[in-house]
Nanobody
Framework: QVQLVESGGGLVQAGGSLRLSCTAS??????MGWYRQAPGKQRELVAA???????NYADAVKGRFAISREKVKSTVHLQMNSLEPEDTAVYYC?????????YGQGTQVTVSS
């Protein structure tokens, strides 16, 4: 069973930056990404990156967030800039294989106004 371990969450003021990182215990995913879930809302895709480097971003974070991947280390990063209170959520690292996403335990990101 593959494990995804996240780090880098925390509390930041609006306009600030955070960098999330995640490492998979095995190098099996064809894509990795980040989802988030705010209280009372459904989990949503924030950003994803394939093994070939193709990226996809939610409209709400385009131009502010950047996803990158270290394939050798099975590690994915999410650089989050110009954070807004609406970005407050639990952020989950995820890996995709065979059309299914596997999730980590999540890390809390709180943006104060």
């Amino acid at each position: 069973q593959v494990q995804l371990v996240e780090s880098g969450g925390g509390l930041v003021q609006a306009g600030g930056s955070l960098r999330l990182s995640c490492t998979a215990s095995r190098s099996i995913f064809v894509a990795m990404g980040w989802y988030r879930q705010a209280p009372g809302k459904q989990r949503e895709l924030v950003a994803a990156i394939t093994n070939s480097g193709l990226t996809n971003y939610a409209d709400a974070v385009k131009g502010r967030f950047a996803i990158s991947r270290e394939k050798v280390k099975s590690t994915v990063h999410l650089q989050m800039n110009s954070l807004e209170p609406e970005d407050t959520a639990v952020y989950y690292c995820a890996g995709s294989l065979g059309g299914r996403w596997t999730y980590g335990q999540g890390t809390q990101v709180t943006v104060s106004s």
